[in-house]
Nanobody, 119 residues
Framework: QVQLVESGGGLVQAGGSLRLSCAASGRIDSINRMGWYRQAPGNQRELVAWITTGVNTMYADSVQGRFTISRDNAKNTVSLQMNSLKPEDTAVYYC?????????????WGQGTQVTVSS
């Protein structure tokens, strides 16, 4: 089993910054892809950004240029630096990881961390 533990959420004013972190632990051979999703009240969960083992990254259009995703492969961690935050970024943010264990790849989710941006 694998656990993803997020940290770094909170309340910030519009224009401010927050940094989210996620640490994976457990039966991990390797992690193919790590990412962040978010879900606002009444909305579906949406992809924010992901990063592969290498340097490949992808961002949602709504966060491109404001958010930066990074990872430490040795520590099995992923971070999301969020700058120029807007009220519409308010949501619960979930860490996601595709973990290889033996011959299989499993998808795991963190418990979520609340990000609230006040106007």
């Amino acid at each position: 089993q694998v656990q993803l533990v997020e940290s770094g959420g909170g309340l910030v004013q519009a224009g401010g910054s927050l940094r989210l972190s996620c640490a994976a632990s457990g039966r991990i051979d390797s992690i193919n892809r790590m990412g962040w999703y978010r879900q606002a009240p009444g909305n579906q969960r949406e992809l924010v950004a992901w990063i592969t083992t290498g340097v490949n990254t992808m961002y949602a259009d709504s966060v491109q240029g404001r958010f930066t995703i990074s990872r430490d492969n040795a520590k099995n961690t992923v971070s999301l630096q969020m700058n120029s935050l807007k009220p519409e970024d308010t949501a619960v943010y979930y860490c996601n990881a595709h973990v290889r264990s033996g011959n299989y790849v499993y998808e795991y989710w963190g418990q979520g961390t609340q990000v609230t941006v006040s106007s």
